[in-house]
């Protein structure tokens, strides 16, 4: 069956531009997370949706960010005016509820010139 | 905010041999997971622990859930040149919400030599 998926896999974009990232999530899974993971590090939560709610936004490092999942699937994170700081591997991941295991997508590398 | 101290965050060893890497933090965590990341993916959970001093196999791979559940250790007996990638403890809590919340260490980049 088909894992999570994001896209786009690579993104470049040019300091003060906006870009979305697309996450759709396992079929039927109820919660939905986003990780950002700096160059040599772990990933670092940044969201959290149970179903279309988003109930934990407090590691988002900035207004610029702002993640949805209007109708409770596919979820977008979206960044403001990137800056080079932004520069990271974004990881979607899902589960099935939100006390099961979170299963991780391959990542969209952003990276800001 | 909470912060996992993984170590060591590389090692290099020949194939065949076995593996330790640790996690160490300041506060308490209800789970403890194991997670093995390959270029270009995301991470894919090996081990979870639910219990302080709970000791739990998968295969080549041991891990056990400190007493104190601040620390938590993974083994990897026997490497194979699979093995290799960068290897993450990550320590589960819950939001006021509900909502579980991963806090990850650094990582262990394990290279093997065949």
């Known amino acids: 069956g088909a894992g999570v998926s994001q896209s786009p896999r690579y993104k470049v974009a040019k300091r003060g531009q906006d870009v979305a990232l697309r996450c759709d999530p396992i079929?039927?899974?109820?919660?939905l997370f986003w990780y950002q993971q700096a160059l040599g590090q772990g990933p670092e939560f940044l969201t959290y949706?149970?179903?279309?709610?988003?109930?934990?936004k407090s590691g988002l490092p900035s207004d610029r960010f702002f993640a949805e999942r209007p109708e409770g699937s596919v979820s977008t994170l979206k960044i403001q005016r990137t800056q080079q700081e932004d520069s990271a591997v974004y990881l979607c991941?899902?589960?099935?509820?939100?006390?099961?295991?979170?299963?991780f997508g391959p990542g969209t590398r952003l990276t800001v010139t | 905010g909470q912060q996992l101290n993984q170590s060591p965050q590389s090692m290099f060893i020949q194939e065949g041999e076995d593996v330790s890497m640790n996690c160490t933090s300041s506060?308490?965590?209800?789970?403890w997971l194991w997670y093995k990341q390959d270029p270009g993916e995301g991470p894919v959970l090996l081990i979870a622990?639910?219990?302080?001093?709970e000791l739990t196999s998968n295969g080549r791979l041991t891990a056990q859930f400190g007493i104190t559940r601040k620390d938590s250790f993974l083994n990897i007996s026997a490497s194979i040149p699979s093995d290799v990638g960068i290897y993450f403890c990550?320590?589960?809590?819950?939001?006021?919400?509900?909502?579980?919340?991963?806090?990850f260490g650094q990582g262990t980049r394990l290279t093997i030599n065949p």
């Open positions: 949706f149970q179903n279309e709610a988003q109930l934990d």
């Open positions: 991941a899902s589960s099935l509820d939100q006390m099961g295991e979170q299963y």
């Open positions: 622990l639910y219990k302080a001093g």
């Open positions: 079929s039927g899974h109820v919660s």
């Open positions: 990550a320590g589960q809590t819950y939001s006021s919400q509900g909502a579980q919340k991963l806090v």
């Open positions: 506060s308490i965590f209800n789970t």
